[in-house]
């Protein structure tokens, strides 16, 4: 099975909010991903609407024909919305207001009972839950835990050592998300990976076999300036293909 590729399209609506104006428009960016070979549109609602907003999401959910994943924090306001939008998943994200991105895994071990609230109510109202979460057993089994169907592995750390040139530091971490997706798969989690992925690190993920599905956003965004969108999503998309059946498009 090759990889669905999830592409989060915040970083379109951080340009736009740099100006306050209407464009880029994130909703369009969209459009062209699913042109491009996107197999489903990612897109996190932060509280302080730093770049995607709830007009966003109202759109996103009637004008693209692919699955919409929406990120969110493990809040009231936020699962308020998550119920009136439907999205078809919801991945239950840390965030905090002064970090640049999200800076690691959520911590569904140690905040078991807080999240159990937003994971029923998520299910009960027909939307798939995943978890975003750090390569660790105890964290897969708090997933399990809590019924959440899906984990979304962290690959930040692996792409950071990747760009710092730390091979022998990317491949012990490679390790861990090639155990943890395994462990997960056996005990019957659907697993997917993201998080800093590039063209140059994201082959040896996207050939874990137990991985279902990959969401990359900023870099595509990033180099989409320098190579247009549609051909930066269909050349990640090639590498996801090759890595994982090894023969090229």
Known sequence: MIPRLGVNIDHVATIRNAR??????PVKAAQIAVKAGAD???AHLREDRRHITD????RLGSEIDVPLNLEMAAT????????KAKPHAACIVPEKREERTTEGGLDAAGQHNHLAHFVRALKENGTRVSLFIEPAQHQLEAALSLGAPVVELHTGAYADACNAGEQERAMRILDDLRKAADFGTRKGLEVHAGHGLTFESVSPIAAIPEVIELNIGHFLISEAIFCGLHETITHMRDLIVLARTGVPQ
Not at 20 to 25: K, L, S
Not at 76 to 83: Q, R, T, V, Y
């Open 40 to 42: 489903g549109i990612t």
């Open 55 to 58: 007009r966003d999401i109202e």
């Open 76 to 83: 009231d306001e936020m699962l308020d919305i998550a119920l």
């Open 20 to 25: 306050g104006g209407t464009y880029p428009d």
